[in-house]
């Protein structure tokens, strides 16, 4: 995704990332984004060393849905199924499944993703 772009909608896909070396390797990212709705995806990211692993990163952005989402970020030293700091999440982020990983709160967000495994995010 573009960063600063907005209604942005990415929605049923199955996403599949791997890491090289030790880098950061992340399934999606948005920074800035205004009226994201991330809906129904798998996100699986992989890792084989040390490096930070996200399934699904944002910061900065408001109107943020996260809805019916499978997450998992495994094999790296630092895996996140979520990386959110400084935006604000929608009420309806709801449904999602952590398969691998953990949240991560960057601070100074408003609202929550909701889990059906795992505890709210952040």
């Known amino acids: 995704m573009d960063d600063t772009a907005g209604n942005i909608t990415v929605s049923n896909n199955t996403i ?3 890491q090289t070396s030790n880098n950061y390797a992340v399934g999606l990212k948005g920074l800035s ?6 809906s129904g995806n798998t996100i699986t990211v992989t890792g084989n060393g040390a490096g930070d692993i996200r399934a699904l990163s944002f910061a900065g952005s408001t109107a943020v849905t996260v ?7 495994s094999g790296g ?20 499944t ?8 960057g601070g100074g967000n408003t609202g929550s993703v909701v889990f059906t495994n795992a505890a709210t995010c952040p």
Not at 33 to 38: D, M
Not at 67 to 73: I, R
Not at 98 to 105: D, E, F, L, Q, Y
């Open 67 to 73: 809805s019916g989402n499978t997450l998992s970020a």
């Open 33 to 38: 984004i205004t009226n994201l709705v991330v």
């Open 16 to 18: 599949t990332a791997a």
């Open 98 to 105: 952590n398969s691998a990983g953990v949240c991560t709160n």
């Open 77 to 96: 030293t630092t895996n996140r199924a979520v990386y959110v700091g400084s935006s604000t999440i929608n009420a309806g982020s709801t449904g999602n």
